[in-house]
T-cell receptor
Framework: GAGVSQSPSNKVTEKGKDVELRCDPISGHTALYWYRQRLGQGLEFLIYFQGNSAPDKSGLPSDRFSAERTGESVSTLTIQRTQQEDSAVYLC??????????????FGEGSRLTVL | AQSVTQLDSQVPVFEEAPVELRCNYSSSVSVYLFWYVQYPNQGLQLLLKYLSGSTLVESINGFEAEFNKSQTSFHLRKPSVHISDTAEYFCAVSAGGGSYIPTFGRGTSLIVHP
């Protein structure tokens, strides 16, 4: 497709289980971002990938969170031993990096995670 | 470091009335500024952006925002709103050099009443 694709769109899991969220960016976009949106809150930055550079992991809230990206394609966000406070919508965005893009992001529709 | 403040969490307004959604930012470097909109049950999408040049930027659906460097603001305005403008609006800022990781505000819910 032409846009950013995320799966699953909804995930309900039990506390303590691991979950994996997937993001397919727009073809040719070198930058990829993960954000978290808790109910009633703004977007919280998690991690940023740019080409083959080391990712910026400064937003990951704990070592239970990790993310990978192969080249300039699919990314997966993994949350281990989920907690109820992990419940949120996880948003992926991609960007055609470079000064001209000015950081404009193209978002997927998000993966809603509910931890029971 | 940069931050964004959206002072109003919710703005109710009647259809055809004017509206202003406020956004203030802080940054130690030059910035790029954005407004994103999230319609009900949809993903975020870019509404308008300021990168350089004219401080007044417009969207295709009648919104405009003005970059005010002295007041570090980027308020969003529309002279006459429609029911279809009901949505969540997010202001974002990214540094004008280096890595472009936008920082988002908490969002303002615009509720347009008939």
């Amino acid at each position: 497709g032409a846009g950013v694709s995320q799966s699953p769109s909804n995930k309900v899991t039990e506390k303590g289980k691991d979950v994996e969220l997937r993001c397919d960016p727009i073809s040719g976009h070198t930058a990829l971002y993960w954000y978290r949106q808790r109910l009633g809150q703004g977007l919280e930055f998690l991690i940023y990938f740019q080409g083959n550079s080391a990712p910026d992991k400064s937003g990951l809230p704990s070592d239970r969170f990790s993310a990978e990206r192969t080249g300039e394609s699919v990314s997966t966000l993994t949350i281990q031993r989920t907690q109820q406070e992990d419940s949120a919508v996880y948003l992926c965005a991609s960007s055609p990096q470079g000064r001209g893009s000015g950081g404009e992001l193209f978002f997927g529709e998000g993966s809603r995670l509910t931890v029971l | 470091a940069q931050s964004v403040t959206q002072l109003d969490s919710q703005v109710p307004v009647f259809e055809e009335a004017p509206v202003e959604l406020r956004c203030n930012y802080s940054s130690s470097v030059s910035v790029y500024l954005f407004w994103y909109v999230q319609y009900p049950n949809q993903g975020l999408q870019l509404l308008l952006k300021y990168l350089s040049g004219s401080t007044l930027v417009e969207s295709i659906n009648g919104f405009e925002a003005e970059f005010n460097k002295s007041q570090t603001s980027f308020h969003l305005r529309k002279p006459s709103v429609h029911i279809s403008d009901t949505a969540e609006y997010f202001c974002a800022v990214s540094a004008g050099g280096g890595s472009y990781i936008p920082t988002f505000g908490r969002g303002t819910s615009l509720i347009v009443h008939p």
